[in-house]
């Protein structure tokens, strides 16, 4: 046992060593060491355009290509990955939760037609444990190799004290461009488009929050088989978010805006739900019919809805349920478009028309959408139910 004069002189050493950085919970060679093990995988996403290595104060990126656009526009977007980041936490798996970031961030880019040219990303933990940033940042590159993204920075930052010793959340942000009469969103849209779905991987990195309340509520462990999921139910919720950068671009460069067949326009399903995002890039005057009958709701989706008895209309704006991404393009091109989708290995499939609002469109009720986060442009009308 310690006496109190012997606990007293102990706390007399220690102040008068003083405190030190370490002391205060931050391993400067921690981070360091983070460093040396990740910077093989960031390097492996840098192309000519990257200028200098890893560890500098700013990522630098040569636009002179720039120089041969007529009227270049830049676009840019941040984001994080919500509360995915518990489950990756929970079931100490962490290589993947760095695709939800970087499919949440450059997906966001694409949908305007611009090319995501370098990204950025920043993790704050409770404390750094190399090997663990190492695997978020060696996902996050791997997620920008398969989006053509160049990750040119990021920061770490150790947060004890407001992070739990095994907390962390990640977030980045990127840079694209495109050229400013290929631009894509409402402006493009007109009445006889055709809406293409393209299926999501899973959950992909919204609506965490009330899939992890369900399965609490329902005591499910993560571990638990799932027959239905043909896994464990934490495989399942770490599914990692499918990347549309590359196929969007190759479908927008196939069928451009200057020809007759063209793509008019994307949308990113992230927080809102389909109805809420497809919304928001049409223009006022316009409303998309979507056929639910067209496409059936993955396992995870119905077991969501079962085991926590959500209504259909919450589930419809919380999360994707099975379309990750949607193309809307001219008539003549959809057969094309979808076949071009399916042949990259993305499925696809013709999900709704676009027509001119009129009052046969009924206009109130969870199936009816119009304008969201801000934006007042067109509607969504959700018909019919899910095969």
Not at 12 to 19: K, L, T, V, Y
Not at 223 to 245: F, H, I
Request: proline letters at 3%; a negative charge; hydrophobic letters at 45%.
């Amino acid at each position: 046992m310690t006496s109190a004069s012997s606990t007293a002189d102990m706390n007399a050493a220690q102040n008068n060593a003083g405190i030190t950085y370490a002391s205060a919970g931050v391993d400067v060679e921690a981070g360091d060491r983070a460093v040396e093990l990740m910077k093989g995988a960031v390097k492996a996403t840098h192309n000519a355009s990257v200028i200098g290595g890893v560890g500098g104060f700013a990522g630098l990126y040569d636009v002179s290509r720039l120089l041969t656009y007529k009227r270049p526009l830049l676009a840019t977007s941040t984001d994080g990955v919500g509360t995915k980041v518990a489950i990756a936490q929970a079931m100490d798996i962490h290589d993947t939760i760095g695709f939800d970031l970087v499919g949440m961030v450059v997906d966001d880019i694409v949908v305007v037609g611009a090319e995501p040219l370098y990204m950025t990303d920043y993790i704050a933990c409770g404390k750094v444990v190399p090997e663990r940033i190492a695997d978020i940042v060696r996902g996050i590159a791997a997620a920008c190799s398969v989006a053509g993204t160049a990750l040119v920075g990021g920061e770490t930052a150790e947060h004890p004290g407001l992070l739990g010793e095994h907390e962390y959340d990640v977030a980045g942000a990127a840079t694209g461009v495109v050229e400013a009469d290929a631009l894509l969103g409402p402006d493009r849209v007109r009445a006889g488009d055709v809406v293409i779905g393209m299926a999501s991987s899973g959950l992909h990195s919204n609506g965490y929050s009330l899939v992890r309340r369900v399965i609490n509520h329902a005591g499910w462990a993560l571990d638990r088989q799932v027959s239905e999921l043909g896994r464990t139910l934490g495989e399942e919720l770490l599914e990692p978010t499918r990347v549309y950068a590359a196929d969007c671009l190759d479908l927008a460069r196939a069928f451009p805006v200057t020809a007759g067949r063209a793509v008019h326009g994307f949308s990113h399903v992230t927080g809102g739900g389909l109805a809420a995002n497809l919304a928001r890039v049409l223009p006022q005057g316009l409303v998309a019919t979507v056929d639910r009958s067209t496409w059936e709701l993955p396992a995870i989706f119905k077991l969501v809805s079962e085991l926590g008895r959500v209504p259909l209309a919450d589930l419809e704006r919380t999360l994707n349920l099975g379309v990750g991404m949607v193309a809307i393009v001219s008539a003549d091109a959809a057969d094309a478009a979808v076949a071009r989708l399916n042949e990259r290995g993305l499925p696809s499939w013709i999900m709704g028309a676009v027509s001119a609002a009129s009052d046969s469109v009924l206009k109130t009720g969870p199936d009816y959408v119009q304008g969201a986060k801000g934006v007042d442009g067109g509607a969504v009308q959700m018909v019919n139910t899910y095969a």
